[in-house]
């Protein structure tokens, strides 16, 4: 008797794998970590480059060890699936959800060093609560369509960051408060990543051809 095949549950199943080695944590970790030395970074650069340089060099050293881990230590242990029409749908759909949450912020943005100069300020609870709207949605919706949960707590986690940051404004010295607040948040969630991605290497060895 042949049975039915359910191909959107198989393609749902691929994409829980696809993130379990927890080496998309590390490199979330890594950035997020990184950005905790961006004052000593950009103390040198002119603006508006300091505050933007230091972020994309952090994210293209992250995606240059995203291509190189995955190639060589991820695929050969798990192999490489073609994407179905579902995981196509999914594609399309981060894209446009990335797409939007970048237009978002740029118009927020602008909107806010265009009325700096006519006297609107945002600062304390009202630019926790609008960077919260920022990031928490994002991270949200990003774990949903990827059938990842521990997005929800990483979302979680860099918004965290982003209160401590606030919260230590006044009494701590900016360089120290980047230091505390993205320093150990980053650490923490790149740890978690390390441990699963030690428990994936364990559990999928290399094939004895690939290790001869």
Known sequence: MVKNIDLKKIEKNVLKISHQHGFYDMLIGFVVTGMAFGPFFREGL??????????????????????????????????????????????????LV?????????????????????????EGPMFLLIVGLFV???????????????????????????????????????????LLSYGITGAIIFFIGLVIFIRFLKKYPLPKKEMM
């Open 98 to 122: 990335v797409f939007i949450q970048f237009i978002i912020q740029i118009i927020f943005i602008i909107l806010l060093f265009t009325g700096s100069g006519s006297g609107i300020q945002i």
């Open 136 to 178: 928490l949605p994002l991270f949200i919706i990003l774990a949903y369509l990827m059938k990842y949960p521990r997005l929800y707590l990483i979302g979680l986690l860099i918004w965290t960051a982003i209160f401590i940051n606030e919260l230590l404004y006044e009494p701590v010295n900016y360089r120290y408060r980047w």
């Open 46 to 95: 002119p603006s508006p480059y300091k505050y933007f340089l230091w972020p994309l060099i952090l994210v293209i050293i992250a995606v240059i060890f995203l291509i190189i881990i995955i190639k060589y230590v991820i695929q050969p242990r798990t192999g490489i699936a073609k994407p179905g029409p579902s995981l196509k749908s999914m594609r399309k759909k981060l894209i």
